[in-house]
């Protein structure tokens, strides 16, 4: 038993493939991880720069319907001051389930679903995503 009939060769092209899915697997990941880093500290940035304008925005709006209307200053002042607290919580509650929706990692886990099954020898299914969804 010499050449590519051996059980060392069989077991060293396992060990092989094995080790090619494992770097496979792990550049998926490591790919993953850097999109997910750069939506985060994207989205985190742009996040910051329109709460600026908004803030900017809503205290000059607010300064000139209290100084445009005189007579009315406690009632603008009470009346915009509950439109502000309504939108804050609105605009928090929607970005906590935007953040929710996005699932990360859906291809490394997917990938690594297709490895469980092939090595049961379970069918593969078509469903499952090859490749990271775009951002």
Same mark, same amino acid.
């Given at each position: 038993?010499?050449?590519?009939?051996?059980?060392?060769?069989?077991?060293?092209?396992?060990?092989?493939?094995?080790?090619?899915a494992?770097?496979?697997?792990?550049?998926?990941?490591a790919?993953?991880?850097?999109?997910?880093?750069?939506?985060?500290?994207?989205?985190?940035?742009?996040?910051?720069?329109?709460?600026?304008? @908004?803030?900017? &925005?809503?205290? $000059?709006?607010? *300064? !000139?319907? #209290?100084? +445009? =209307?005189?007579?009315?200053? @406690?009632?603008? &002042?009470?009346? $915009?001051?509950? *439109? !502000?607290? #309504?939108? +804050? =919580?609105?605009?928090?509650?929607?970005?906590?389930?935007?953040?929710?929706?996005?699932? !990360?990692?859906?291809?490394?886990?997917?990938?690594?679903?297709?490895d469980?099954?092939?090595?049961?020898?379970?069918?593969?299914?078509?469903?499952?995503?090859?490749?990271?969804?775009?951002?």
């Amino acid at each position: 038993m010499s050449g590519k009939s051996g059980i060392l060769y069989r077991f060293r092209h396992f060990c092989g493939n094995l080790a090619e899915a494992a770097r496979d697997r792990l550049s998926l990941f490591a790919n993953e991880v850097e999109e997910a880093h750069i939506l985060i500290v994207d989205s985190f940035l742009r996040a910051l720069l329109a709460y600026f304008c @908004l803030m900017m &925005a809503l205290v $000059l709006t607010t *300064l !000139f319907l #209290i100084l +445009a =209307f005189p007579e009315h200053q @406690l009632l603008i &002042a009470a009346l $915009l001051a509950a *439109l !502000f607290f #309504i939108a +804050a =919580f609105s605009l928090g509650f929607a970005s906590r389930s935007a953040l929710s929706r996005k699932k !990360f990692f859906a291809a490394s886990i997917a990938e690594l679903d297709e490895d469980i099954r092939a090595l049961r020898g379970e069918p593969a299914t078509s469903d499952a995503p090859k490749t990271s969804q775009p951002l």
